[in-house]
T-cell receptor, first 110, second 113 residues
Framework: GDSVTQMEGPVTLSEEAFLTINCTYT??????LFWYVQYPGEGLQLLLK?????DKGSNKGFEATYRKETTSFHLEKGSVQVSDSAVYFC?????????FGAGTRLAVHP | GAGVSQSPRYKVAKRGQDVALRCDPI?????LFWYQQALGQGPEFLTY????????KSGLPSDRFFAERPEGSVSTLKIQRTQQEDSAVYLC???????????FGNGTRLTVT
């Protein structure tokens, strides 16, 4: 069945550091790919998405590129802020459901 | 507009009790999903509706779990004879169509004592 593997956390960074959170997946066909974020005390929110190979999703300074050849969708940000502290979930999705990774907790310190 | 609304926000049940969790999706959203999120884990798929039809219930962990969406809008997830391992946050999500992202509610945190 479909599955996703993402980098284990927690990831602890200083403000303005570069962030990469790795995500690889196995899926039937070519699913859409999503990153969701869960801020402390809040529900899951869509961060960005890509619907086909080589698409780049971006939002709030975060980016991820749909790599079909490596079945990956790594999340990057050039300069993190304290307000980016949250749990990040990679989720490939077909027409009927999303499969979520275990989540990567990011803690950014000033 | 209003987002996905779930109630109650918190539920404490004694082992063996039945519980019912409610989800009000965003108006007009055809698809509705239930997920279970254990502490420190990602959401695990439970079941999926398109309008009133339950198209996939492969993630329901046992026959104690039952979900319905009789009029294609509000959905209820029912857990009978709750067990301690049912303790988790139950998330509801909806979307307009297959190509749209999921919009999540804030979840119901169920604690079985």
């Amino acid at each position: 069945g479909d599955s996703v593997t993402q980098m284990e956390g927690p990831v602890t960074l200083s403000e303005e550091a570069f962030l990469t959170i790795n995500c690889t997946y196995t899926a039937t066909g070519y699913p859409s790919l999503f990153w969701y974020v869960q801020y402390p005390g809040e529900g899951l929110q869509l961060l960005l998405k890509a619907t086909k190979a080589d698409d780049k999703g971006s939002n709030k300074g975060f980016e991820a590129t749909y790599r079909k050849e490596t079945t990956s969708f790594h999340l990057e940000k050039g300069s993190v802020q304290v307000s980016d502290s949250a749990v990040y979930f990679c989720a490939p999705g077909g027409y009927n459901k999303l499969i979520f990774g275990a989540g990567t907790r990011l803690a950014v310190h000033p | 507009g209003a987002g996905v609304s779930q109630s109650p926000r918190y539920k404490v049940a004694k082992r063996g009790q039945d519980v019912a969790l409610r989800c009000d999706p965003i108006s007009g959203h055809v698809s509705l999903f239930w997920y279970q999120q254990a502490l420190g884990q990602g959401p695990e798929f439970l079941t999926y509706f398109q309008n009133e039809a339950q198209l996939d219930k492969s993630g329901l962990p046992s026959d104690r779990f039952f979900a319905e969406r009789p009029e294609g809008s509000v959905s209820t997830l029912k857990i009978q004879r709750t067990q301690q391992e049912d303790s988790a946050v139950y998330l509801c999500a909806s979307r307009t169509d297959d190509n749209s992202p999921l919009h999540f509610g804030n979840g119901t945190r169920l604690t079985v004592t």
